[in-house]
């Protein structure tokens, strides 16, 4: 069983475009959490989504930041006209229910996003 | 979610037994402790997860005081790949996201 996949794993964007980051959970898992640390600091959520809906997206930037997971394929975070605060590692985990005490997040390797 | 105090950092001797406390005094009755590390760059790993009672799995020990106020947790024997970030959780059995504080910066040397 393969863990949770991201891509790409370093991607560079100049300030205005667009980023575009893909995860694919764990096979069974329906439950995806995106997670961002900026550079020197810790981890913070982003959003939790379960196949087709958003359950929590309280820590997303108001603007330009969207996510998405779809019934069939990856989990997608999009981020508009990026800016140099948006450089950070992005983290995507999956986990086949919410009971954080019976089933774990599993987290992928992140990507690295760098906007010039 | 009850919010936890760890040391900024912390050395260990390869071979030798590493403790990492946590404090987590505000803690509620139905919130459970978790230790995740990060090792440089990679995305966080869960390690072990306990309410009440000590827990021992493969990799680690947790150890939670009676009045559940603190907590240690055990790497027993360290190896320099357990060099990571230890970030010690406190969240509900059913939750949405974890709260990751600043970690303990864990350093084991040869």
């Known amino acids: 069983n393969a863990g949770v996949m991201q891509n790409p794993r370093h991607l560079v964007r100049r300030r205005g475009q667009e980023a575009r980051l893909r995860c694919s959970p764990m096979?069974?898992?329906?439950?995806v959490y995106w997670y961002r640390q900026l550079p020197e600091e810790g981890l913070k959520f982003m959003v939790y989504?379960?196949?087709?809906?958003?359950?929590?997206e309280s820590g997303m930037p108001k603007e330009r930041f969207s996510a998405e997971f779809p019934k069939e394929g990856p989990s997608i975070l999009r981020i508009q006209q990026v800016v140099r605060g948006d450089s950070a590692a992005y983290f995507c985990?999956?986990?086949?229910?919410?009971?954080?005490?019976?089933?774990?997040?599993?987290f992928g390797p992140g990507t690295r996003l760098t906007v010039l | 979610d009850a919010k936890t105090t760890q040391p900024t950092s912390m050395d260990c001797a390869e071979g030798r037994a590493a403790n990492l406390p946590c404090n987590h005094s505000?803690?509620?009755?139905?919130?459970?402790v978790y230790w995740y590390r990060q090792i440089h760059s990679q995305g966080p790993q869960y390690i072990i997860h306990?309410?009440?009672n000590n827990e021992t799995n493969e990799m680690a020990s947790l150890i939670i005081t009676e009045d559940r106020k603190s907590s240690t947790l055990i790497l027993p024997h360290a190896t320099l790949r357990d060099t990571a970030v230890y970030y010690c959780?406190?969240?509900?059995?059913?939750?949405?996201?974890?709260?990751f504080g600043a970690g303990t910066i864990l350093r084991v040397k040869s």
């Open positions: 096979k069974g898992h329906s439950h």
């Open positions: 306990g309410l009440k």
């Open positions: 989504l379960q196949k087709e809906n958003i359950i929590d």
């Open positions: 505000t803690i509620s009755g139905n919130e459970y």
């Open positions: 985990a999956s986990s086949p229910t919410p009971y954080l005490a019976r089933d774990e997040q599993f």
């Open positions: 959780i406190v969240h509900m059995e059913y939750g949405n996201k974890l709260v």
